[in-house]
């Protein structure tokens, strides 16, 4: 059953040793992502399971590791070679900085060592809303307490210097993510548009609908959305969900 959930970026520039002399630029959405992934711990899951997007389906067990080597320096997270995709990288990032958040983020530091049963999903890019909703669907019903932390960044076309150049659409679409992940709206994440997604270089959508898939049958009590900005022409949510 899900009891929380959690939606944020993975730009690999969230990562200070990445990002160098530019990292306090991302230092509200570092804050952001502590809160919510702080709320994923907090409520005592059973298993944790991080989804993403990446070029194909795949399942990574508690161990696997991943590096930001291809973005500049050979950060690691996790024992072993590296395997997971840049999504799930940053997520288990993410989780084994926990114990580096102080008190001002309002969450309770927990160890690496303190996490719950992990699980690595990678969605692929291009799956359709009913294979990402059927992933999420398996990911709730996995244990008796599951939270899920969803990796997915919204357009990438909002200004001219967005990787993808500027798209009219992109502002709206990603204005459409915003207010779904702020009221919980199970609806709109179901009905985004995979072809719509690709044109504005939406890389989240698949995971976005695999949160949609796993909440269908309930909706969150309560949704809050902690950050929505593009600071390189890229749209960024951060929020979290509870049940």
Known sequence: ???????????PLLVPQVA????????DLRAACAAAVGSLLNARPDVLAVTGGAEVFASFPDDAAGTLRPWGPDVRVGPGDPVLPLSLTIGRWLLERQHD???????TPKPPSGLPVLRFEAVGFDASP?????????????????????MGDGSARRTEKAPGYV???????????????????IGRL???DPGEAREL???GRAALQVLAGAARDAPPHTA??????????????????AW
């Not at 059953?1 to 730009?11: I, S």
């Not at 160098?20 to 230092?27: H, I, K, S």
């Not at 669907?137 to 932390?149: D, E, F, N, T």
């Not at 798209?167 to 709206?185: E, F, K, M, Q, T």
């Open 224 to 241: 809050d959305l902690l950050y929505d900005d593009a600071p390189y022409g890229v749209g960024y949510f951060v929020a979290r969900w």
């Open 167 to 185: 798209h009219p659409d992109a502002v709206p679409y990603d204005g459409l993510l915003a207010a779904a992940l702020a009221s919980g709206d």
């Open 101 to 107: 958040v102080g008190p001002d983020a309002e969450v």
């Open 201 to 203: 270089w939406a890389a």
């Open 190 to 192: 179901l009905d985004l």
């Open 130 to 150: 009913d294979e990402c909703a059927a992933l999420g669907g398996r990911l709730a019903g996995s244990a008796g307490r599951v939270a899920l932390l969803v």
């Open 1 to 11: 059953m899900l009891v929380a959930a959690a939606v944020c970026p993975h730009p």
């Open 20 to 27: 160098g002399a530019a990292a306090p630029e991302l230092d």
